[in-house]
């Protein structure tokens, strides 16, 4: 069987895509041109790839089971293209897909978007919201990089540790506690919110005050760190949340920021990437242009 192997890069589109023009404008080709290839490619799979549903098209079962094989399949052909040619930013034209913790997208989003603009105007960047489960993304290729609080247990994760960041709490201008030093016991008989995308209402800092003989009431826990800080804003609820990646948020609402009175270690910040881009240099590129952008946010602090 002969089959065109450009197909694979058009089948990548249009299933990223989820349409025919805007896998064409991705490609730089006519939409005509894409609506062959998507008949080729039914011709070549025996099923439709992508169906119509209203105004918009939906790929069919089969079409999602393959989308992570095929979009691996084009990355590692493009890095075998690619290994020994030099890294042009000028023309790159590449989609990058970022998948960091709510508060850092929100602390360095913007940053890293302006950086990678200007200097490789060709590239795309997602910013897709965490999952609420540990998903294999790194591995499938689906994720070029993300960041975690902690290093991979897999081996063929890569890491790099770009910060450590200090726990602070946060409530509203005029809450009680502002009011005197904040001490421990007045910090674990207030009311808590905590932050987790799993809705956890148990996190390492009820451990610690629990081998201190004490316990803090945990009210709610919310997604994001946006939903919690607005929640603090509006209510009694205390957050307690890293310093860093939140302070610029935590000024635009005006809240209060005090100092966490239990000691606890920094929170470390690692960005993971697959070991198959270990050779790739506009992968290269987009990690050091990621950790330069938070290590900004922490300033001259020496990462050790």
Not at 99 to 107: G, Q
Request: glycine share 6%; aromatic share 2%; with cysteine.
């Amino acid at each position: 069987m002969q089959l065109d192997l450009n197909l694979l890069t058009a089948l990548d589109a249009l299933l990223e895509e989820g349409s025919v023009a805007g896998a064409a404008a991705r490609l730089h080709v006519t939409a005509p041109a894409m609506s062959r290839s998507l008949g080729r490619i039914r011709k070549a799979t025996g099923d439709q790839i992508l169906v119509r549903t209203g105004r918009t098209m939906v790929p069919t079962t089969r079409a999602l089971a393959m989308r992570a094989q095929v979009h691996a399949l084009v990355q590692q052909a493009h890095q075998l293209l690619s290994a020994q040619q030099e890294l042009d930013l000028a023309t790159l034209e590449r989609v990058f897909t970022v998948r960091w913790h709510d508060a850092l997208a929100a602390a360095c989003g913007t940053a890293l978007i302006t950086a990678v603009h200007r200097r490789a105007p060709g590239v795309q960047l997602r910013l897709p919201a965490e999952p609420g489960t540990d998903t294999p993304e790194l591995r499938r290729g689906e994720v070029d990089l993300e960041s975690s609080s902690g290093p991979p247990t897999l081996p063929d994760i890569r890491h790099r540790l770009v910060g450590r960041d200090r726990l602070v709490v946060a409530v509203r201008p005029g809450h009680p506690l502002i009011e005197g030093p904040l001490s421990l016991e007045r910090y674990a008989a207030a009311e808590h919110l905590t932050v987790s995308r799993r809705g956890r209402l148990h996190d390492r800092i009820d451990d610690a005050l629990t081998a201190r003989g004490l316990e803090r009431r945990v009210v709610a826990a919310g997604p994001t760190t946006t939903f919690a800080l607005r929640l603090a804003l509006g209510t009694d609820l205390l957050v307690t949340l890293p310093d860093a990646v939140t302070r610029a948020d935590r000024e635009q609402l005006g809240l209060i920021t005090m100092p966490l009175p239990l000691q606890l270690p920094d929170v470390p910040l690692y960005l993971l990437w697959h070991q198959r881009y270990d050779d790739d240099r506009a992968h290269t590129w987009l990690r050091e242009t990621a950790a330069e952008t938070v290590q900004a946010l922490f300033g001259a602090r020496t990462i050790a």
